[in-house]
């Protein structure tokens, strides 16, 4: 009928086809319109003040609620997910005081390289495949974490599971580990059905967090949350949260870890994505020798490489002081003379706290 969108369910079927392939391990498709609690709750969200230091979150909050409020000609999404179970379990290490534990994400090379690159492998078939079968002229953008877009709400939306009461993803699959990308096209692309499933009762995320980030379920207290604390924030940690802090060095997987549904989730097969050994149990001791050369050296091509060798020797410290450790005390003294304030403040405390824990 005239005016009425052309039925590509043969094209989404290609576009799923060859998105595994590419070694995607969710894909769905949704329409480029979120509804208007997104927006809300993103507003909610920043009125509250959990954003903390991350004011880039205030900017563009229309277009941080709205696909079309970014790119205008969008009609539908197609959002993907890439597997980063990890073999083992990521909270091991905590287990080991003289070593450091580092987020699952972060321990081999920085993820935005290995699915962007799939997503623009995929975009070029889905020009390509709309021109092949239908004779339609269309467009795409592809994203992955650098634009305002909420990734979350559309990947429950095309139907790669829900929202969790720690406010990740989460997918019957697999489970809360999944990263996240979108292909925003001009073509019009039939819904996915939503996944189902849910947390029900479950509240192990909320118990799990070693701060208390959540004030109530589905809602985040950044400015408490760990993996805020040693990646964006960038002055000294408040110390009444230093003590909770353990010995996580950059971010933070306890809510993600102990999702039940992880239990479905099958090991990464990304070689890219399975962990450098080196960075599984670090230990403190050489990591508080780094300078920045070494910083930049021992870290290069990791996401840790971003945050610079002085917020993480102030993470570094924090952890040692949390170890209860007499053997780090003298790596924790080498540091008080620091040319960087924070650093020097972090090592003063990590002493004074190893004080505390060896009386």
Known sequence: MTGQPPDNTRLAARIRDKAFALGFDAIGFCPAALGPEVGQRLRDFLDNGYHGEMGWLADRVEQRSQPTGLWPQARSIIALGVSYAPQGDPLATLQRPDCGNISV????????????????????????????????????????????????????QAG??????????????????????????????????PSGGGCGSCTRCLQACPTDAFPSPYKLDARRCVAYLTI??????????????????????????????????????????????????????????????????????????????????????????????????????????????????????????????LE
């Open 232 to 357: 964006e924030h960038a002055g000294p940690i408040p110390e009444p949260l230093r003590p909770l802090i353990g010995t996580r060095i950059y971010g933070c997987d306890d809510c993600l870890a102990v999702c039940p549904w992880n239990r479905f989730a099958r090991a990464s097969t990304h070689t890219k994505l399975h962990p450098r050994e080196e960075l599984i149990a670090p230990q403190l001791a050489m990591l508080s020798q780094l300078d920045d050369a070494a910083f930049r050296t021992f870290f290069s091509g990791s996401p840790i490489k971003r945050i610079g060798r002085n917020r993480f020797m102030r993470n570094v410290l924090i952890a040692i002081g949390n170890s209860g450790l007499p053997e780090l005390r003298p790596h924790a003294a080498a540091l008080l003379t620091d040319p960087d304030p924070i650093v020097a403040e972090a090592a003063h405390w990590a002493l004074h706290r190893l004080g505390e824990l």
């Open 160 to 193: 790669l599971g829900w929202q969790g009461k720690h406010t990740n993803l989460v997918s019957r699959q697999q489970g809360s580990w999944l990263f996240l990308g979108e292909i925003y096209t001009t073509l019009d692309l039939p819904p996915s059905p």
């Open 105 to 156: 994400y972060a321990r081999n090379r920085d993820y935005h390289d290995l699915v962007k690159g799939m997503l623009k492998h995929l975009a070029q078939f889905v020009v390509q495949a709309g021109r092949q079968q239908a004779g339609q002229t269309h467009d795409v953008k592809v994203f992955v974490d650098t634009a305002p877009v909420a990734e979350k709400p559309l990947a429950a």
